[in-house]
């Protein structure tokens, strides 16, 4: 990435990754903001937090029982400019938390990304940007610090880098800050700024990446990540989360050859590869696809339009609308895929974890007229027959696509059908339309008010 520069020492912008023709899937960005050391931990090595300790003993007793966890994903929530998209997708969370259903169909938490408040984690803006927004959300809220949560301010001799976030998700025990204002919601017990959240059926290495662009990790976090990968139960899946994301298509922040570096070096000298890598940073949702030199692929996810009013685009080709999926090579010369995309709405993905299968649902607000509606199904689990020269003994089947335009949107139905590029004022998959593709046979996804399902996805740990 570089900047747009006039004369003497003049600097005007920097460029969008697109910009230089070439679409990059990762960038070096330049150094425009500085290292924060970390604050002490709060807990003692290996910073492991159970998730047993957290949760009721029913609704542990259920998970455990019923070999199944669900969970809330999220990323760059805080609302402060404008707080009705963060509200929106608060209120589609919450409506997603059924008390009628049984305790292992609800989602046991939620899971942020980075950027909780804007726009330097002060502590006076916790109420509005965290508490107030999920005082009625019935779970536990977890969380890595993003860049803007670590960004304290330099003039401010009353701050230091995470003093909000440490004091809110990192207490000693669970008491209520003053800043939570009216809202009953403790402080979470988190025992670092990195750590492990341990649970029956995943284990989420949370990393923080720092403040500057593309982020920045260091001893001891690093060493710490290579003992977390080798010690942790291999016969459970692992998530690394973290918020600078390893691959991104779009075209703002683009994604990080840094901690491509930090992940890969880790997975190297643990010899272990985590099922799936969690990010935020980018305002829009993304599920790509890595596949390694030893042709091992690894799904990334980033779930960064929780609620910050701004959200970012995806690339364009020579003015059109890219159509996923998509393949892109990496600064290594990988292979990566993107396979769908949201970016003109807010939203959340709502995880469920069994023994068999890994299944993302993202779900997103309805803001504005004119709504879009994708569900795609996807599933990857061991003996499939299809790619197997790509997946070995596990591959991805699709098992089924329905495409439609929401029956209340303005304008005709798209039946372009097989023209390539779709039209500029379409973003469909090239499909048939919509009234032409079977119902999904694997059931209905969860109505939630005010929201509609966009994108699902299945693939076995």
Avoid at 25 to 43: A, E, S, Y
Avoid at 93 to 115: H, I, Q, R, S, W
Avoid at 334 to 362: M, N, Q, W
Avoid at 420 to 447: I, K, Y
Wanted: proline fraction near 9%.
């Amino acid at each position: 990435m570089t900047t747009i520069k006039g004369a003497s020492t003049h600097v005007f912008s920097r460029q969008r990754p697109s910009a230089s023709g070439k679409h990059p899937i990762q960038v070096q960005p330049p150094r425009d903001t500085k290292f924060r050391p970390l604050p002490n931990p709060t807990g003692q090595p290996p910073f492991r937090l159970d998730i047993k300790s957290i949760l009721a003993a029913d609704e542990y007793a259920a998970i455990v029982t019923n070999k199944k966890l669900t969970f809330h994903l999220n990323g760059d929530m805080g609302g402060i400019l404008y707080a009705v998209p963060q509200e929106l997708v608060a209120k589609g969370m919450e409506a997603d938390c059924d008390p009628k259903v049984a305790a292992a169909e609800n989602p046991a938490f939620l899971y942020v990304t980075g950027d909780c408040v804007y726009f330097n984690g002060q502590i006076s803006e916790y109420y509005k940007q965290f508490y107030q927004p999920y005082e009625f959300y019935p779970g536990p809220i977890f969380a890595v610090p993003g860049n803007h949560d670590g960004e304290n301010l330099d003039n401010d001799p009353t701050s230091s880098t995470l003093d909000g976030f440490v004091r809110n998700f990192c207490a000693p025990q669970p008491v209520k800050m003053a800043e939570s204002g009216d809202s009953h919601r403790t402080a979470m017990v988190q025992p670092n700024v990195y750590w492990t959240l341990l649970t029956p059926l995943v284990n989420i290495v949370g990393l923080y990446s720092n403040v500057p662009a593309g982020g920045e990790i260091e001893e001891p976090q690093k060493s710490w990540l290579v003992n977390e990968l080798k010690n942790l139960p291999p016969d459970v899946p692992l998530l690394i989360a973290l918020h600078h994301p390893v691959y991104s298509a779009d075209d703002h922040h683009s994604g990080s050859i840094k901690m491509k570096a930090v992940i890969e070096d880790a997975v190297n000298a643990a010899n272990r590869r985590p099922t799936m890598v969690l990010a935020g940073h980018v305002h829009n949702y993304q599920r790509l696809t890595h596949q390694a030199k030893d042709g091992s692929l690894t799904p990334h996810l980033v779930t960064g339009a929780g609620g910050y009013h701004n959200l970012h685009n995806i690339m364009k080709v020579n003015g059109q609308t890219m159509i996923a999926p998509v393949v892109f090579q990496d600064h290594g010369g990988d292979p990566v895929t993107l396979e769908k995309y949201s970016a003109d709405h807010h939203g959340f993905l709502r995880v469920e974890i069994t023994p068999e299968l890994i299944t993302g649902r993202y779900y997103q607000s309805i803001e504005i007229c004119s709504v879009l509606s994708h569900r795609t199904s996807f599933e990857r689990r061991a003996g499939a027959s299809c790619h197997a020269d790509i997946w070995s003994q596990q591959t991805f089947k699709t098992i089924r696509v329905e495409t439609r335009r929401n029956p209340i949107a303005s304008g005709p139905y798209c039946r372009h059908r097989k023209s390539r590029p779709c039209p500029p004022q379409c973003f469909l998959p090239n499909s048939a339309p919509w009234s032409s593709v079977a119902p999904d046979t694997s059931g209905p996804a969860r109505q939630i008010p005010s929201l509609v399902v966009q994108i699902a996805f299945k693939f076995a740990p």
